[in-house]
């Protein structure tokens, strides 16, 4: 069983930054395959970003390329999502995602474990 949890949302001004953390409990913490997913009120759960397990390749949403990095840290379990030149259309819920299987990394369908979400705001 794994459980993650999110931290570091928060209220920001549009062209500032944010680093959030996703802490995973578990001992195969390297080889889970973890995403971030983000929720705006009333729209459907969008991928963000992913980073594999064992060469952690990175994957991007067009709407993130170029402004947020992924990056994990297996010594400690975690995996951040800094976010650049934040825009009011990235506030949403950001939430983290883990799976053992990598066959689309895209889905949120294909993911078992979630996090609670941490909220990012973005003031124009």
């Known amino acids: 069983q794994v459980q993650l949890v999110e931290s570091g949302g928060g209220l920001v001004q549009a062209g500032g930054s944010l680093s959030l953390s996703c802490a995973a409990s578990g001992r195969t913490f390297q080889l889970l395959f973890v995403a971030w997913f983000r929720q705006a009120p009333g729209k459907e759960r969008d991928f963000v970003a992913a980073i594999t397990s064992g060469d952690s390749r990175t994957l991007y949403a067009d709407s993130a390329k170029g402004r947020f990095t992924i990056s994990r840290d297996n010594a400690k379990n975690t995996v951040n999502l800094h976010l650049n030149s934040l825009k009011p259309e990235d506030t949403a819920v950001y939430y983290c995602?883990?799976?053992?299987?990598?066959?689309?990394?895209?889905?949120?369908?294909?993911?078992?474990?979630w996090g609670q979400g941490t909220q990012v705001t973005v003031a124009s």
């Open positions: 995602a883990g799976s053992y299987y990598t066959s689309n990394a895209y889905s949120a369908d294909k993911y078992a474990y």
